[in-house]
């Protein structure tokens, strides 16, 4: 595949591959020089004469079919002399060419590889090829127009790749024509290794928005959103907020090297992302409104399919880190993803969505600091994740008679290690799993309170009541005693200020009474 070089030209895609060259199927630039975009229109291309007398190898329909017995299978025939007895669309019609047909009936499930390409040896003509499923009236279960050249043809040939077949059925393989286009073809039929599946959102869970790329014989485009030595674009596709709080996203595209033409990427490994989420600004990104910010993202890179001889991924990032909560944000949110790849300076090329799922058909485009249409949605999953933590929060009391000047840093804690600290309210909040705790709060030199048997649901908030604390436990062993009121004692009105249970900056009549009125008390104190 690193062989595999394409330049990008206004019109078409110029392909060199092991020494051939080909013109693409309609390659196009679309927003920029650097986008890349499929169209399946093209003009008639008849082919050259062939001999009358060539040799008719497959059969004139499907009832008389060429059975094929055993895979790998390879075959050469013509197509001059037979009737024009099927057409199906892919996407051209009215084709008035004439056909041949196979059929093979496989023992297991399987895919297979159907190829007027490789060897190609005597394919000589603009071909069409398409499989049916036992029925030779019903809708084909497999089409192609063009997808390669062969040796003799220099575009416009026909494959189809990684067919699924299941046990048991007929298939019947017509070997069919542009337009009026007949001639001389070679056929192979090989085993397939499963292809991988079109981006569509299913394997994901929680999905609150998806929008599936556009599968590969359909008009895409594939729009650069990256920085690399030679350009800067970023890419961002808008969704209707509904006070999400995302956890993962994946999108899909293309990772390529741009070097006066497209080249695939040696390496992907290094290939990081910015991600951002904008507000909106009339229908465009608002990128002054920065709702959340990643950067150095390294997602999961998985082989996606190919299109039109570029290979695509899916990119898969199963942890926001912290997820991005669009709470309260009203309108349509913009989500921003640009590589970054200084090691390879490869580009992610963000592919379009399928027009009939997409929220809608716009997706922006910035380039030299100004946002620009590109003509189609992208393809994204975004999902939420349901919440399995609780939380558990509340504030702390303290006896009438000590008011405490600063109250935070008191030492709250949950069954199971977890734990937090007052804030300056003398409040407090911790996240815990769905379940019931024990909750202490305690600080040197004052007797803790335990409520017991707190319960958290997930998704909500759990609030306990105010314990009030008492203070004058000064060596901290449960229980305020005379040793204690001999500390606080010692210390009254001088400078030692470890006995200063309410914080105010002196030993006072208020701490010696706060410790005097608690003697024989032991904790922990009752928690209501």
Request: glycine share 10%; charged share 15%; with cysteine.
């Amino acid at each position: 595949m690193n062989s595999r070089v394409k330049t990008l030209v206004l019109v078409a895609a110029v392909v060199v591959l092991a020494g051939a060259t080909v013109v693409a199927a309609e390659l196009q630039s679309s927003v920029t020089a650097y986008d890349l975009a499929f169209d399946p229109m093209k003009p008639i291309v008849t082919s050259g004469e062939v001999a009358a007398n060539a040799p008719m190898q497959g059969g004139e329909d499907c009832g008389s079919a060429t059975v094929i017995g055993a895979l790998p299978y390879e075959d050469s025939g013509t197509t001059s002399g037979y009737s024009n007895d099927y057409d199906e669309t892919c996407p051209y019609t009215g084709s008035t060419s004439p056909d041949v047909v196979y059929s093979y009936t496989p023992a297991t499930n399987m895919f297979v590889d159907i190829d007027l390409c490789v060897p190609g040896t005597n394919t000589d003509y603009d071909t069409k090829v398409y499989v049916y499923e036992n029925d030779c009236t019903a809708a084909y279960h497999a089409c192609n127009d063009d997808a390669c050249s062969s040796p003799l043809y220099s575009s416009y040939v026909s494959a189809l790749s990684a067919v699924s077949l299941t046990a048991g059925n007929t298939y019947y393989i017509v070997v069919d024509g542009y337009g009026s286009a007949s001639g001389n073809y070679t056929l192979a039929v090989t085993e397939a290794v499963p292809p991988p599946p079109l981006f569509d959102c299913s394997a994901y869970t929680d999905v609150v928005f998806g929008q599936p790329s556009h599968a590969t014989d359909a008009g895409w485009s594939a729009a650069t959103s990256g920085q690399t030595s030679s350009f800067s674009y970023a890419v961002a596709e808008n969704f209707p907020n509904a006070d999400y709080n995302l956890t993962d996203l994946h999108w899909h595209g293309m990772a390529l090297l741009y070097n006066s033409g497209w080249y695939v990427c040696p390496d992907i490994s290094t290939m990081t992302f910015t991600i951002e989420f904008y507000g909106d600004n009339a229908g465009m990104p608002d990128d002054t409104n920065v709702l959340c910010s990643y950067t150095g993202v390294n997602p999961v890179k998985t082989i996606g399919q190919d299109y039109a001889g570029y290979g695509s991924y899916v990119f898969d990032l199963d942890t926001l880190t912290p997820s991005c909560d669009l709470t309260g944000v009203s309108g349509d949110v913009w989500m921003m993803a640009q590589s970054q790849d200084a090691t390879n300076d490869c580009t992610f090329l963000w592919m379009s969505a399928e027009e009939t799922t997409a929220y809608d058909t716009e997706s922006y485009q910035l380039n030299a600091g100004v946002w620009g249409p590109t003509g189609y949605s992208r393809g994204v999953c975004l999902t939420e994740q349901a919440a399995t933590d609780g939380t558990l929060d509340g504030c702390l009391s303290y006896e009438p008679d000590l008011t405490v000047t600063d109250p935070s840093g008191f030492t709250v804690e949950a069954t199971g290690g977890y734990s937090t600290t007052t804030d300056a309210t003398g409040c407090w909040s911790m996240d815990v799993p769905e379940g019931s705790y024990d909750v202490t709060a305690s600080n040197p030199d004052w007797l803790g309170g335990t409520y017991y048997g707190a319960s958290v649901t997930a998704g909500a908030t759990t609030t306990l009541p105010n314990p009030t604390l008492l203070g004058g436990d000064f060596d901290d062993n449960g229980t305020v005693e005379l040793l204690d009121v001999t500390y606080v004692a010692s210390r009254y009105g001088g400078g030692d200020l470890t006995a200063d249970l309410n914080r105010n900056g002196s030993v006072d009549l208020v701490d010696v009474t706060g410790t005097t009125s608690h003697y024989g008390t032991s904790g922990p104190v009752p928690w209501p």
